[in-house]
């Protein structure tokens, strides 16, 4: 099994909010966490809020929680919010479910870790996660 | 008073793994709980993530904090979401109230158990714990 | 790296629990986590009581967050209190800081998940718990 | 008001990370909070355990609470023990009263955030804050 490092995650991070900064997207926080759900490597750009460490975390530790990224979860919730809402508790509430949660995948399919990444829309973020996961040659898996 | 015994979790599991297996289902985790709802067995099946452990018992929870199967409460979320966050929160947040949690009784009726099953759709979770149950020689109650 | 599998996990359970039988202790609980931290099983013998389960989780995840065997937290809790009060507040109250938590380690040295018994004594649920481990292939560490 | 930037927090974990290194200390964890408490950055080596981050941010969180460095609250801890556990309580469980909370200081006196670090002994730990903390071009103050 392979494992992210943490030089693969800081390579992660940076391609992502090298994204931000292409795109012109607003301050971006960025969390990588391993396939265990621990944080491996996490950047608060300047002017990101209080609470974006947490929000972003809580993208990512719902594609651990689940092995689906969290646009699923993001779909789950609009469709059946009485899902959404158990597994949000039972998890100690440690979910957000919405786009800007996504999986880290090797070639294999297997999972490795995840990326959560808030700041601007959730579709944006989303996109910068992506930009960030392939930039450190990972297969990223959004849950659409 | 009868009573499930560890032997007794053991088969369910085993019974309700080879359903999976059998319909071709995704890993499943399997989670049997005893009648004052503390955990007596659990499996998670590879490439099961990471928070299914909790997912399965808060299904099975769910059966033995109101001695109905999960597709009652899943149908009473749809109906009176107030009533199911209100129990959620009674219960500290240990209740996910979709199909897969189904009630072990005997056949005088008394609830000896609950069996809780997660990933794949909650539908056939819920064939699994079915299997697993009858295949022990107990009589599930699904909640439908 | 090496993946701790649901077959090796049921493995330390049997031989963990056959080592108690030999011994003669009282029934006991055991839990298996990965890496990460996740459940991947467990088992609670007839007549082990009600909150067995989290303690066994709880020596267990001590291990894994911390990356040293639950003898050594035991230890930690002896000589400096306060850190043991921090550290189990910062894991969400999840830790308990007594011996019978083992790690479960490869050859290579490196962690891949760790095992909490309890039931009996914690110098005997330890005992079993090392069997357990030795039994299926792995390397303990206790944290003595 | 000065304030720590993204910059300054990585330059701070590069730098405690390199002192690490140059004494042969076990894989660390290092985060950066600012002067509200809100995560800036967080690094975690390869080998170091999954609960490490809030660890970390415990030791870095009790310096912000407080306005001292942890080396204070861990005396306190020893002669008050009753204290830490009143002050661990209203901040909700987040503090770890050991060395190794480092706050940032500028040549005014003013705290604009603070370092927690974990990994080796929590005076080795303490050394890697302080090192990263002046490699920034900051003073450290460890409550001592």
């Known amino acids: 099994m392979a494992k992210l490092t943490l030089s693969n995650a800081n390579k992660i991070i940076t391609d992502a909010l090298a994204k931000g900064k292409e795109l012109g997207l607003k301050p ?33 530790f719902g594609c651990i929680a689940t092995g ?9 919730a609009e469709t ?18 919405v786009p800007g949660g996504v999986l880290v995948k090797i070639e294999t399919g297997e999972i490795i870790g995840a990326v959560g990444i808030t700041g601007d829309t959730s579709d944006n973020d989303e ?18």
């Open 68 to 76: 689906v990224g969290s646009r699923w979860l993001n779909a789950q």
């Open 28 to 60: 971006l926080t960025v969390v990588v966490l391993d396939a265990g759900g621990a944080t491996i490597a996490m950047q608060r750009e300047d002017g990101s809020s209080h609470l974006r460490p947490e929000i972003a975390a809580g993208k990512a």
């Open 80 to 97: 059946r919010p009485h899902f959404l809402e158990g597994l949000s508790n039972v998890s100690g509430g440690r979910i957000v479910a």
């Open 127 to 144: 996109i910068a996660a992506v930009a960030g996961i392939e930039g450190a040659g990972f297969t990223p898996d959004t849950g659409a």
